[in-house]
Nanobody, 121 residues
Framework: QVQLVESGGGLVQPGGSLRLSCAAS????????MGWYRQAPGKQRGLVAR???????NYADSVKGRFTISRDNAKNTWYLQMNSLKPEDTAVYYC???????????????WGQGTQVTVSS
């Protein structure tokens, strides 16, 4: 089956940078809607950044200008470059995508396992 695996989280000081990666593997015929979400303690999971089906990108207002989403379609991998990190960016970050495993098959939404990002001095 399809798996999404995140990497790149860790502890960083305010103003620092991290780059998260998400690699999708398995029987992937088509993948779309690749994105990143985060959940802080006691908070709901929310959008950080994503690719829309049309190829445009969406960013949460709180990260616009600081974070950049990118992708390598040949590798079924996408990234989140996080710059100028703030303590309020502390959260578990999850990658997400819709995957079709064969032509005319159903689209299924998958989540990664999450990676912790902690911004603290």
């Amino acid at each position: 089956q399809v798996q999404l695996v995140e990497s790149g989280g860790g502890l960083v000081q305010p103003g620092g940078s991290l780059r998260l990666s998400c690699a999708a593997s398995g029987s992937i015929f088509s993948i779309n809607g690749m994105g990143w979400y985060r959940q802080a303690p006691g908070k709901q999971r929310g959008l950080v950044a994503r690719f829309n089906y049309g190829g445009s990108t969406n960013y949460a207002d709180s990260v616009k200008g600081r974070f950049t989403i990118s992708r390598d379609n040949a590798k079924n991998t996408w990234y989140l470059q996080m710059n100028s990190l703030k303590p309020e960016d502390t959260a578990v970050y999850y990658c997400n995508a819709d995957v079709q495993t064969y032509s005319s098959g159903p689209w299924i939404n998958y989540w990664g396992q999450g990676t912790q990002v902690t911004v603290s001095s």
